[in-house]
């Protein structure tokens, strides 16, 4: 790993207390053209949230949890009870505090998970407890929705 | 060659007081970016005291944010909403970070 990569993995862990730097992988550039919430639906290139002037579909516009579970559901995703890998199932979690919802990260097919922190970088990390006890809060609500079927070529 | 005329005083408090402003929003902003860039809404960066400090410097810190939108684009729309009460991004920009900022400085 070069020494800039290991750099910025440090910042990333004094952000993230929880994060241990072999759980997790930087696997973009920082960039401001997207956050979390845009990014766990698919998106990247726009930046969804609740206030006015920003993207935010199907949804109520307040920061309450309760909105972005909606704006998720208005995309196919339904409440589930656990983040364990599901084979044909899209998983994605919401962080939250008393504020209202916080973050969001999206499950692999191999059930490690894809978060864009911020304007920072995306990560693939092992745990979804890797980023609360900070800013994001604790984990809120798991949902998930059947992958698209792989056309056979 | 012409010789440039002499600054009073008074210039020279303005300029000062000019380079002064600028520093103080550049030390704003470099707080602002470090403490808030990982988190994932605009409205929280918005609630930082960095920010909300750079709020409060008012009408003469519209060129200066329009600047930081020209050279990189990045959440300054809050804050120029706020402060000019005008909001130029058409609704089929929304949430289009370079579209916004180029709302603004067009």
């Given at each position: 790993?070069?020494?800039?990569?290991?750099?910025?993995?440090?910042?990333?862990?004094?952000?993230?207390?929880?994060?241990?730097?072999?759980?997790?992988?930087?696997?973009?550039?920082?960039?401001?053209?997207?956050?979390?919430?845009?990014?766990?639906?698919?998106?990247?290139?726009?930046?969804w949230?609740?206030?006015?002037?920003?993207?935010?579909?199907?949804a109520?516009?307040?920061?309450?949890l309760?909105?972005?579970?909606?704006l998720?559901a208005?995309?196919?995703?339904?409440?589930?009870?656990?983040?364990?890998?599901e084979?044909?199932?899209?998983?994605?979690?919401i962080?939250?505090?008393?504020?209202?919802?916080?973050?969001?990260?999206?499950?692999?097919e191999?059930?490690?998970?894809?978060?864009?922190?911020?304007?920072l970088?995306d990560?693939?990390?092992?745990?979804?407890?890797?980023?609360?006890?900070?800013?994001?809060?604790?984990?809120?609500?798991?949902?998930?929705?059947?992958?698209?079927?792989?056309?056979?070529? | 060659m012409?010789?440039?005329?002499?600054e009073?005083?008074?210039?020279n408090?303005?300029?000062?007081n000019?380079?002064?402003?600028?520093s103080?929003?550049?030390?704003?902003?470099?707080?602002?970016?470090?403490?808030?860039?990982?988190?994932?809404?605009?409205?929280?960066?918005?609630?930082?005291?960095?920010?909300?400090q750079?709020?409060?410097?008012?009408?003469?810190?519209?060129?200066?944010?329009?600047?930081?939108?020209?050279?990189?684009?990045?959440?300054?729309?809050?804050?120029?909403?706020?402060i000019t009460?005008?909001n130029?991004?058409p609704?089929?920009?929304?949430?289009?970070?370079?579209?916004?900022?180029?709302?603004?400085?067009?």
């Amino acid at each position: 790993m070069s020494g800039r990569r290991r750099t910025l993995k440090k910042h990333l862990m004094r952000l993230f207390p929880r994060l241990r730097a072999g759980s997790f992988q930087i696997t973009s550039r920082p960039t401001p053209l997207y956050n979390c919430i845009a990014f766990a639906a698919g998106v990247v290139d726009e930046w969804w949230e609740y206030r006015r002037g920003y993207t935010w579909p199907n949804a109520g516009r307040n920061p309450s949890l309760d909105e972005a579970i909606e704006l998720f559901a208005g995309l196919g995703f339904a409440v589930c009870d656990n983040d364990l890998p599901e084979t044909h199932w899209e998983k994605i979690a919401i962080y939250g505090d008393h504020a209202g919802y916080t973050h969001a990260a999206r499950q692999l097919e191999s059930g490690r998970w894809l978060s864009k922190l911020g304007k920072l970088q995306d990560i693939e990390h092992k745990r979804l407890v890797d980023l609360t006890g900070g800013d994001y809060g604790d984990v809120k609500q798991i949902m998930r929705r059947r992958r698209p079927v792989k056309s056979v070529g | 060659m012409r010789k440039r005329p002499r600054e009073t005083n008074s210039e020279n408090v303005t300029v000062a007081n000019a380079m002064e402003f600028q520093s103080r929003f550049k030390d704003l902003a470099r707080r602002w970016h470090k403490e808030t860039s990982h988190l994932s809404l605009a409205s929280r960066m918005a609630s930082h005291s960095a920010y909300e400090q750079i709020i409060e410097m008012g009408w003469a810190v519209v060129p200066l944010l329009l600047d930081e939108l020209r050279r990189k684009p990045d959440h300054w729309f809050i804050a120029l909403e706020r402060i000019t009460g005008a909001n130029p991004v058409p609704a089929e920009c929304e949430g289009k970070i370079e579209k916004m900022a180029a709302a603004w400085v067009k």
